[in-house]
């Protein structure tokens, strides 16, 4: 008999053990559910706020246009004259363009970049630093400069492609400041200096390049009235 009172005392505990361990079970299921949500939420989170970043610093670093002559945006020999063709582009294709960027991009200043190739220019006495702002003022024309060397030049055909853009500027370019540098023979469009003597249209190129600007250091072109 109190074997039997003993088995039934068993038999009477063993289902509340085994609801107990059901409910931990349960518990511990939605716990697990509970984290795996979060973290799979978290992460959501996270990848949308890479994507704003990614789309931020997409909107921050404009394109850089280049212009080389091997495309046909070229310049008359050892001249900083646009040729013909160089000039209608301008106006139909690159103004265009410049606008578009300016609409997606928050930026006020064109940095405009000459290169030359690595031929000599012919040696002759340099103007530049008495005249050259003379130029920019449009209190002189460009083509009373005298440059010696390609670090004249392609300081003076960047100024030559601002100013031309400037003539014909349309929209929110109009009220854009510019920039102008040259890199002389020193930058090839790979990247890789080599020494070379030789003629190439790759590296004769002009670069537009875009950037904000503070009030203190505008640079403007201003015509005369």
């Known amino acids: 008999m109190e074997t039997m009172n003993r088995r039934r005392m068993f038999e009477l505990n063993y289902w509340p053990s ?30 949308q706020s890479l ?10 670093k404009p394109p850089i246009i280049t212009l080389d002559e091997a495309s046909g945006y070229t310049f008359d020999s050892g001249s900083p004259s646009l040729s013909s063709s ?17 609409h997606e991009y928050d930026v006020d200043m064109i940095e405009v970049i000459g290169h ?3 031929q000599t220019v012919s040696a002759k006495p340099s103007n530049l630093d008495s005249d050259l702002e003379q130029v920019v003022l449009e209190s002189a024309s460009i083509d009373s400069l005298s440059f010696g060397s390609n670090v004249d030049l392609g300081l003076v055909r960047a100024i030559a492609v601002a100013k031309y853009i400037k003539q014909y500027a349309t929209g929110k ?29 790759t590296r004769r190129r002009i670069e537009l390049r875009f ?12 015509t005369q009235g």
């Open 18 to 47: 085994i609801a107990d361990m059901v409910l931990a079970a349960s518990m511990l299921f939605l716990l697990v559910w509970f984290v795996d949500k979060f973290s799979a939420l978290e992460l959501a989170r996270s990848n």
């Open 51 to 60: 994507r704003e970043e990614i789309a931020s610093l997409k909107r921050d």
């Open 86 to 102: 160089f000039q209608q582009a301008i106006r139909d294709e690159i103004i265009p363009k410049l606008n578009t960027i300016l």
């Open 116 to 118: 030359t190739d690595g």
């Open 173 to 201: 370019i109009q009220n854009v400041h510019y920039r102008f540098y040259s890199a002389a023979q020193l930058i090839p469009p790979n990247g890789i200096l080599r020494l070379s003597r030789e003629p190439d249209a």
């Open 211 to 222: 950037t904000r600007l503070s009030s203190r250091s505008q640079v403007t072109l201003h």
